[in-house]
């Protein structure tokens, strides 16, 4: 089984080392978030189909200066669903919609692992966003927005402001009591990004 994947997907012009501090950082989860959500996962780059929104709220938080970086639980790799190339071309689709709007992804981070593979990466541990944090100076404001319990426990496993959208498993969640009152929740991540932006 591989490590955690990380497919860096960097420009120079807005590299995530850079030690400006007031760089502000939003990490996603995948799946009903920024793509439709199936129980029977996304196995191929056809199926990864963007939520409303999505990438117009990606690519306007990007080009208001917060760096976007993902964190996808994907143990449809473990499972052998679908293959790395076929992840890794599913993330070109999304890169490109991004970037056709102005915005970028500074990172995407993915764990292939299965459940009982005791890896530190697979949400709720907070592995990934730990790896994408070490990519940026300690203090640098980020959270993490996500449609399930597991991400939300993942960021708070590591003080990390969290949020949750009402998309994917987002309303289900709510529904079900399990999520925190003090966790924010938007309607979708346009809505999250209109918020924000506006502020
Ligand atoms: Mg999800
Ligand atoms: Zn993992």
Known sequence: MPATGSVKMRTA????????KKMKLIILD?????????????????????????????????KAGYSIAIATNQS????????LTTLT?????????????????AQIVYCPHLPDDQCSCRK??????????????????????GDSLRDIEAAQAINMPAMLVKT???????????????????DDLLHFSQQLLTR
Not at 128 to 134: A, E, G, K, P, V
Not at 173 to 180: M, W
Request: aromatic share 6%; net charge negative; hydrophobic share 35%.
């Open 168 to 186: 994917g498993k987002g309303q289900r969640s709510v529904d079900q009591g399990i999520i925190g009152a003090d966790i924010p929740i938007y």
């Open 13 to 20: 012009e807005r590299s995530p080392e850079a030690s400006d």
């Open 124 to 145: 709720p541990l907070p592995g990934m966003l730990q790896q994408i944090l070490q990519h940026y100076p300690h203090d640098i404001d980020a959270c993490f927005i």
């Open 89 to 105: 071309a599913m993330h070109q689709k999304m890169l490109e919609l991004v970037k056709a709007l102005g915005g970028d992804i």
């Open 76 to 83: 449809g790799i473990g499972r052998g669903y679908y293959s």
């Open 30 to 62: 995948r799946d009903g978030v920024i793509n439709v959500d199936s129980d029977n996962y996304i196995r191929t780059v056809d199926e990864w189909v963007a939520l409303p929104g999505s990438i117009k709220a990606i690519a306007e938080l990007s």
